[in-house]
């Protein structure tokens, strides 16, 4: 079936011809050779002919398939899409390039999850919720790293800056949505079991 032409309905006006084997290869490259998520409109904008959303997410479940047990995955992301080696191997890929991962302080890792379960904040609803200040410094290393960002003021006296999660940190954490972080109770158990 290899370079197969087959028959689309892309509406109820036009059926396009499309080569699902040869949009498939592309598909696979482009996820290949781009350092970043795409997105499904990215995905299409590779198609010839103007394609359903449905055809290029088929093709993806299949080159998903096809990857499986191979050390590489095909994962859905908050930003799309992207090629990645699964967990296990990253011991091995870390020989090639040894890094050490950034190491953020507690009240970094603190700040963050407070942005991330309570969002939209503002500086005083961390500071109330660590009962310490928080610095501008521990806010611009989360900017920086592109896990945080301003989205507007509270309706309040003073116009406070309102801070969310962005979906780099969604990205990162390899997740789709907020929906998908481990809840409160969830948390609180981990870091017992870590103490312990």
Aim: glycine share 6%; charged share 25%; aromatic share 4%.
């Amino acid at each position: 079936m290899s370079g197969q032409v087959e028959t689309l309905p892309l509406s109820e006006e036009v059926v396009e011809q499309v080569d699902l084997t040869q949009l498939k290869k592309i598909l696979k490259v482009a996820l290949l050779t781009t350092a970043e998520p795409l997105s499904l409109s990215e995905l299409k904008k590779l198609s010839d002919t103007p394609i359903e959303n449905s055809v290029v997410e088929g093709l993806l479940k299949q080159l998903a398939e096809e990857h499986a047990g191979s050390g590489v995955e095909l994962g859905h992301v908050a930003s799309g899409w992207r090629l990645r080696a699964c967990p296990e191997m990253q011991p091995y890929l870390d020989r090639l390039n040894p890094q050490k991962p950034p190491r953020y302080s507690r009240a970094v890792m603190e700040t963050l999850a407070i942005i991330a379960y309570r969002q939209p904040v503002t500086r005083g609803d961390i500071e109330e919720i660590r009962g310490v200040a928080v610095s501008s410094q521990i806010l611009r290393t989360l900017e920086t790293r592109g896990w945080i960002d301003v989205i507007g003021t509270r309706d309040t006296p003073g116009k406070p800056t309102l801070y969310a999660t962005t979906k780099g940190l969604l990205d990162d954490l390899n997740l789709r949505s907020l929906q998908e972080l481990p809840s409160l109770d969830e948390m609180s158990n981990l870091l017992e079991q870590d103490n312990a």
